[in-house]
């Protein structure tokens, strides 16, 4: 049984490298994958494999911070496509092997302050 | 001392409840509160609190999930507003008397999923 924390640091581990068979080894065969923002899911490992090796672009990742339980973990990334800089936001929850059993993504974007806080605010 | 997970509930439900003093007793003095999406800061718990006083709109708000180490927590919570809903995902760190030093939002907003990964997603 393998630490949850140590699980998902080798998923972005072997997502950066590309390495998809290691990748595969982080999931449970019947994981779930969810994009709450677009309201998609994929269902099990080899779908899941095949989203990420797919997904287009020269992307690279950065872990910013983890905070694990020994069950579910949150992973914030910063994801970089060239000049272009997103923020990931992932919760995992595993199994009793320690493998990934469901990841929940959230990608926020840039927007612009609304108006009438900038008496309480300043930006960066 | 305060375990910061209790710390970050008593945030929500002082929040949800408009309980502004005890909402204020959660935060460190020197609390600093930062939008990376929108690029905004506030410094201090006077401001802080005031930024959640005046935040307009009858919100409301539910805690989805808490993941807690001794020194750091982060809150996926969902927010309403009339029939809008939103996710917010907040990181939280503390102080060593258990209070909030500093907290990280992001608020992500739905989009349409890019083409090409229909083979692979199911929406619901």
């Given at each position: 049984?393998?630490?949850?924390?140590?699980?998902?640091?080798?998923?972005?581990?072997t997502?950066e490298?590309?390495d998809?068979?290691?990748?595969?080894?982080?999931?449970?065969?019947d994981?779930?994958?969810?994009?709450?923002?677009?309201?998609e899911r994929?269902?099990?490992r080899?779908?899941?494999?095949?989203?990420?090796?797919e997904?287009?672009g020269?992307?690279?990742l950065?872990?910013?911070?983890?905070?694990?339980?020994?069950?579910?973990?949150v992973?914030?990334t910063?994801?970089?496509?060239?000049l272009?800089?997103?923020?990931?936001?992932?919760f995992?929850t595993?199994?009793e092997n320690?493998?990934?059993?469901?990841?929940?993504?959230?990608?926020p974007?840039?927007?612009?302050?609304?108006?009438?806080?900038?008496?309480l605010?300043e930006?960066?």
């Amino acid at each position: 049984m393998t630490d949850l924390r140590k699980t998902v640091e080798t998923f972005w581990a072997t997502a950066e490298a590309r390495d998809w068979d290691a990748f595969a080894e982080t999931l449970a065969e019947d994981v779930v994958y969810t994009l709450p923002q677009t309201r998609e899911r994929i269902s099990g490992r080899e779908r899941f494999v095949e989203f990420n090796r797919e997904y287009p672009g020269d992307w690279h990742l950065r872990i910013e911070r983890i905070i694990a339980e020994p069950g579910q973990v949150v992973s914030w990334t910063l994801f970089t496509v060239g000049l272009e800089e997103m923020y990931a936001i992932s919760f995992f929850t595993g199994d009793e092997n320690g493998r990934i059993s469901a990841m929940t993504d959230f990608w926020p974007e840039p927007y612009e302050p609304p108006a009438g806080r900038d008496h309480l605010t300043e930006r960066y």
